[in-house]
């Protein structure tokens, strides 16, 4: 069975960190565009980083310097370290696994910064 499950989601106060983790199962993240997506209340789902199979690393603005993706392809993971979180990083995190018209998603962990 294909599966894609973050986890490390949870409350934080501002300025804290934590490390989201996204583990594949049922295939190999080798080759696989790997990308960490985000949905606040009320927002549309945004997509904030993302590393390719040739580790190019990519994130939207409101995050650099801030946050980092990395993949373990022998752990069949890829993670996203966030430091200095803000309150407006409040959000469902989500990953996803993308290769040509192959698409996979994980549940979502949540993730609440506030004081």
Not at 24 to 45: C, D, E, K, T, V
Not at 70 to 86: E, G, H, P
């Amino acid at each position: 069975q294909v599966q894609l499950v973050e986890s490390g989601g949870g409350l934080v106060q501002p300025g804290e960190s934590l490390r989201l983790s996204c583990e594949a199962s049922g295939f190999s993240l080798n080759g696989y565009g790997l990308i960490w997506h985000r949905q606040a209340p009320g927002m549309q789902r945004e997509w904030i980083a993302s590393i390719s199979g040739t580790n190019l690393k990519k994130y939207v603005d409101s995050v650099k310097g801030r946050f980092t993706i990395t993949r373990d392809n022998a752990k069949n993971a890829v993670y996203l370290q966030m430091n200095s979180l803000k309150p407006e990083d409040t959000a469902v995190y989500y990953c996803e696994a993308t290769r040509l018209r192959t698409s996979y998603w994980g549940q979502g962990t949540q993730v609440t910064v506030s004081s």
